[in-house]
């Protein structure tokens, strides 16, 4: 992509539409840089050895389109019908309602999810990556100036986290697997967006380390779908169990750097009194964790096989040795940051 002048002016382009959408001080500005980033995007996604691409990238304008029209809308309508000085509630509610739904409906969260696992499906790996960590920085942005812990937000919290576990069960494409715990994350996102800007901000970064960590991975070993993961004989057994213990820590298992923003969710959302919420966002996690570790198993114990004869990977050692690395820090991050904090 950096050795492509267009794509690095589009990937500029796309940088300084997110930027502009969160140094804007009004709606206006903020929808001009999530048109300049929406536009920036779709010729980055299209690629011609991919034929699934042209209809990722259609869909994503046809729905990031109507959620931009829906936000200009919502925001004229606010501007000409609201008073200063009469404070219409149910009026601002209803706005807030519509402006946070054309949001989320560019996010990707449930129940505006239609749209997200055929896009992310029909990407390579690094424009993925795009989707699922950078695509989301203005819209969370954004969100975090209208949201409040009302029923409305409650109801997308707990379908978002259910829709994202029950999803990811019965697919066999990595992509979608990730599609589908991208929309589950989205969830407890906005849970710690109830609970203050620093800890939102943390969970979203460890967030997109794992994520990084991850397709990394995927990207190196040329990974698409679960049973080709059966069948790694070329893959060192450590990066094979590092790479596994990665997606334990992104579906949030205790011992593990994922765990860590969670926990500071749980506790936040107990202290607010939302415990009907965060029982439901537990629970659901657990089963994010299901499909993970039914891929675990598979590759390590009911599939597992080695022939006699090490032939050598064809994978460059540097890259075995990144993701070993970033396997590493997603596996001991927990312990270290502990270490650090009791230093201090």
Do not use: C, D
Not at 74 to 81: A, C, D, P, T
Not at 183 to 211: D, T
């Amino acid at each position: 992509m950096i050795n492509n002048p267009t794509k690095f002016l589009f990937l500029l382009t796309l940088m300084g539409g997110t930027l502009i959408s969160t140094s804007a001080n009004s709606w206006f500005g903020a929808w001009m840089g999530l048109e300049i980033n929406l536009l920036s995007f779709i010729p980055l996604m299209t690629n011609s050895k991919n034929l699934f691409s042209t209809e990722a990238s259609l869909k994503y304008f046809l729905v990031q389109a109507l959620a931009s029209a829906t936000l200009l809308f919502s925001v004229i309508l606010g501007s000409l019908l609201i008073n200063p000085s009469l404070t219409n509630t149910s009026l601002t509610t209803s706005l807030n309602i519509l402006i946070s739904s054309s949001l989320l409906l560019k996010m990707g969260a449930a129940p505006f999810h239609f749209w997200f696992p055929g896009v992310m499906e029909g990407l390579n790996w690094m424009n993925g990556l795009m989707l699922l960590t950078w695509q989301k920085i203005a819209p969370l942005m954004l969100i975090s100036y209208t949201l409040k812990l009302n029923v409305f937000f409650s109801v997308i919290i707990m379908l978002s986290v259910i829709i994202g576990s029950l999803g990811g069960l019965n697919q066999t494409s990595i992509r979608k697997i990730l599609a589908y715990s991208s929309i589950n994350h989205l969830g407890w996102l906005l849970a710690a967006m109830s609970a203050g800007e620093s800890i939102w901000g943390l969970y979203f970064m460890v967030y997109s380390f794992l994520s990084f960590a991850i397709i990394f991975m995927m990207n190196t070993f040329k990974l698409v779908h679960v049973n080709q993961i059966f069948s790694l004989n070329t893959i060192n057994p450590v990066n094979k169990f590092a790479f596994f213990v990665t997606l334990l820590s992104l579906g949030g298992l205790p011992p593990f750097l994922g765990f860590m923003p969670k926990w500071l969710v749980i506790q936040n959302m107990i202290t607010l009194g939302n415990l009907f919420t965060i029982t439901v966002m537990v629970v659901t996690t657990l089963m994010t964790l299901f499909y993970y570790l039914r891929t675990t198993f598979g590759a390590f114990m009911l599939t597992y096989s080695e022939i006699l004869w090490n032939t050598p990977s064809p994978v460059n050692s540097n890259l075995h040795t990144v993701s070993l690395i970033l396997s590493i820090l997603s596996t001991l991050g927990l312990l270290i940051i502990s270490l650090i904090f009791s230093a201090l």
